[in-house]
């Protein structure tokens, strides 16, 4: 499900000091790329770190002397601290989610 939200500008007569700087380009730049992209770029970190300290658990399983056991288990640890604030930052993204949908216009 994607939901998009059309961004509004304020009036300049509301707010002057807002308006030179936002154009039609910048605002609508800032829907396309801005948190759906920062999203996408933390979720694919996230992957490429749970798929990094998997791979480190099957080299130090092969006994691959080059692998450490502290290299390996400080990728883990940042594989499921990454794991854990996606969790968290999806939890909110449902509750304010929730608490939208459950607002009275």
């Known amino acids: 499900m994607e939901l998009r939200?059309?961004?509004t500008t304020m009036p300049?007569?509301?707010r002057p000091s807002l308006a030179p700087r936002l154009s039609s380009n910048?605002?609508?730049g800032a829907a396309d790329g801005g948190f759906s992209g920062a999203l996408k770029s933390a979720l694919?970190?996230?992957?490429?770190?749970?798929?990094?300290?998997?791979r480190l658990q099957q080299e130090?399983?092969?006994e691959n002397p080059k692998v450490s056991l502290e290299e390996t288990m400080v990728a883990i640890q940042k594989a499921q601290?990454?794991?854990q604030a996606t969790?968290?930052?999806r939890n909110r993204m449902?509750?304010?989610y929730t608490d939208i949908m459950n607002m009275q216009v």
Not at 44 to 54: C, D, H, I, L, P
């Open 12 to 14: 300049a007569t509301v």
């Open 81 to 83: 601290i990454g794991f």
């Open 60 to 62: 130090v399983q092969m």
């Open 87 to 89: 969790l968290h930052v």
């Open 5 to 7: 939200l059309t961004p």
């Open 44 to 54: 694919s970190s996230v992957s490429a770190a749970q798929n990094e300290s998997s």
């Open 94 to 96: 449902v509750q304010a």
């Open 26 to 28: 910048q605002v609508n």
